[in-house]
């Protein structure tokens, strides 16, 4: 017997990806593309729609199931707003794809997508409940319970990137998305351009963090200057999500966890001077394993 087929779809700030897959999260297929510089949604629509319909043709799936970079109203399949993309706030997601295809079309935030995909089938597998930090272009949240995606009121996400750190509305994403760990890396090495992270960057200009493990392993006193800040507001975030949820993991995913170890380690570190001291030293704290793919794989899950 053939397994049904269902389509993933991640709509991020910075990429999109298209899968087709089971629904178990085993992907057979795969488009992905990178949003072009002041892109607008309705371009991003309509590479969507181009490279649906070829993955259509090819898997017919049954359904298919959506990870929206940003805050939505799932009782209604819509996108409830974009800090990212211009014309995305308010679109009627769902409906647009099931009117394109045909097909029973399901809507999440995208951060949840990851959350419910290294729950079940990655990092998260075996504790309960299971927290998920996406730091990439910005910063998301998800928590699991019980396999499922937790739901406050609409638009419900755990919303750790727009948690304040200080009383002035200074943000978590502020501080630790990877716009702005890039904005962070330029200013330090302006004052240390001869520092092995300043002679990785060379000239070029935007994605800065992407060097920060590399300059980590030669030991350069700037980047480990960095790490130490950024994860110190990572860590203050997280012991509140700790104060409420009290997960049994904490998973870092993200274009920013590709800094890998001394990331988790920093973090793993600063945490507990945060806590309650009846917490310890707080939940486990893992790196993610699904990598890039952990959104689509998400989508591919949702029911």
């Known amino acids: 017997m053939t397994t049904p087929i269902r389509i993933g779809i ?20 795969q488009s992905r593309f990178s949003t072009e510089p002041n892109a607008n949604a309705s371009e991003i629509q309509k590479r969507i729609a181009d490279e649906l319909i070829k993955l259509i043709a090819i898997h017919q799936p049954e359904r298919i199931g959506i990870g929206f970079g940003g805050p939505v109203d799932i009782t209604q399949g819509k996108v409830a707003t974009s800090h990212q993309i211009e014309g995305w706030s308010g679109f009627a997601l769902a409906d647009w794809l099931q009117q394109l295809t045909g097909l029973p079309v399901v809507i999440e935030n995208d951060s949840n997508c990851a959350a419910l995909a290294e729950a079940l089938r990655g990092a998260g597998r075996g504790f309960n409940p299971g927290f998920y930090m996406n730091m990439g272009s910005g910063v998301g949240g998800g928590l699991v319970i019980d ?3 937790y739901h406050g009121d609409c638009p419900g996400e755990a919303e750790v990137g727009h948690l304040r750190l200080d009383t002035t509305g200074t943000t978590v994403e502020d501080r630790c998305s990877g716009w702005a760990v890039d904005h962070a890396i330029r200013e330090a090495v302006k004052t240390s351009p001869d520092c092995p992270l300043g002679q990785l960057l060379g000239a070029e200009a935007g994605g800065e963090a992407k060097h920060l493990a590399d300059a980590l392993a030669q030991d350069d006193p700037v980047a480990h200057g960095i790490l130490s800040s950024v994860t110190r507001n990572l860590a203050f975030a997280l012991s509140h999500v700790v104060h409420l949820f009290h997960p049994q993991v904490i998973i870092l995913g993200g274009g920013l966890s590709l800094v890998g170890v001394p990331l988790r380690k920093s973090i793993e570190k600063q945490l507990p001077q945060f806590l309650m001291e009846i917490y310890g030293n707080g939940p486990e704290i893992k790196l993610a394993e699904l990598g890039e793919d952990a959104v689509p794989v998400g989508a591919l899950l949702l029911e």
Not at 10 to 25: H, M, R, Y
Request: net charge neutral.
């Open 147 to 149: 396999g499922k995606i």
């Open 10 to 29: 991640e709509i991020g700030g910075t990429k999109q990806q298209i899968v087709a897959g089971d629904s178990k999260g085993q992907i057979v297929d």
